[in-house]
């Protein structure tokens, strides 16, 4: 399904707070979104605690700015033994503007882990 057709896992809007000195959104604070949007599917995925182990082919195609409605949308792009990768991708409006902007993509890896913090085998 196109990514008009499906709903985000986070929709949002960043606060003058979150700009960084050239007065965009700080890349920091859209890696952390995309961090929680795959986080919540990959729980949902490995029915149960995951963490982030790796980001993969992030990349920042155009700045987020205050104003804008972002809105981050995942989809499972591999599930191996124990890992669950997510690729997720960060689509803004503007304003009032309706046209769909993508601005960010990448590939965040999670790993289910047990009550010890150790990799736990995910359902195939
Ligand atoms: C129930 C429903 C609830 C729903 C509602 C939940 C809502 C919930 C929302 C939370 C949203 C916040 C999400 C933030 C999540 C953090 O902020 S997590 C904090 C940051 N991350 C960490 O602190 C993790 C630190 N690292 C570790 O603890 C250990 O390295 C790990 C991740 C447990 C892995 O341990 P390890 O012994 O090195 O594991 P190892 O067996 O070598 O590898 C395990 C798997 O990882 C893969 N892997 C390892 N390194 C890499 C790498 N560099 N690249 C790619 N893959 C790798 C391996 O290939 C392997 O995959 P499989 O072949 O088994 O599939």
């Known amino acids: 399904m196109s990514i008009e057709f499906r709903d985000p896992v ?3 809007a960043p606060m003058p707070s979150d700009c960084n000195n050239n007065g965009d959104i700080f890349g920091g604070w859209v890696l952390s979104q995309m961090d929680m949007a ?5 729980a949902r995925r490995a029915k149960g605690r995951t963490v982030t182990v790796a980001v993969e082919a992030m990349t920042f195609h155009q ?3 205050v104003g804008d409605v972002v809105s981050i949308y995942g989809e499972i792009e591999r599930v191996g033994r ?7 991708t960060t689509i803004v ?4 503007d309706p046209e769909e902007i993508k601005v960010t993509e990448g590939i965040y890896v999670f790993v289910a882990i047990d009550d010890n913090g150790k990799p736990r085998p995910v359902d195939q």
């Open 93 to 96: 409006t503007r304003k009032l």
């Open 63 to 65: 700045p987020i700015k």
């Open 38 to 42: 795959g986080g919540i599917m990959a």
């Open 10 to 12: 986070i929709r949002t």
């Open 82 to 88: 124990t890992s669950v990768a997510v690729k997720l």
